[in-house]
Nanobody, 123 residues
């Protein structure tokens, strides 16, 4: 699976940012797609993930401000971030992993990672 992310960049605190990630290489019906983020202080933090049926889960740190969505026809996952705060500054990685029976999407083994896209929130 190849992942290509876009979006991010420099965003003012309180504004919105949208990330997208297109996957190619295989059918992803049985796979969850999601996002992790990494800062110099936090190695890897689960942000959100969604399965092919549209069931989504979010980290508590972003719940209520972030919406993940997925277009199965385009094999693309989106991350809409609203009311961004400086703590959202990070490199965001798109991920894909086999869903299996995991109830907690943060525990899925995400075998495929995109190259990362920087989001910087200025205060």
């Amino acid at each position: 699976v190849q992942l290509q992310a876009s979006g991010g960049g420099l965003v003012q605190a309180g504004d919105s940012a949208t990330l997208s990630c297109a996957a190619s290489g295989r059918t992803l019906e049985l796979y969850a797609m999601g996002w992790f983020r990494q800062t110099p202080y936090i190695e890897r933090e689960f942000v959100a993930a969604i399965d092919s049926s549209g069931t989504a889960q979010y980290a508590s740190s972003v719940k209520g401000r972030v919406t993940i969505s997925r277009d199965n026809d385009k094999n693309t996952v989106y991350l809409q971030m609203n009311n961004v705060i400086p703590e959202d500054t990070a490199v965001y990685y798109c991920v894909v992993g086999r869903r299996f029976g995991y109830r907690d999407y943060s525990l899925i083994q995400y075998d495929y990672w995109g190259p990362g896209t920087q989001v910087t929130v200025s205060s």
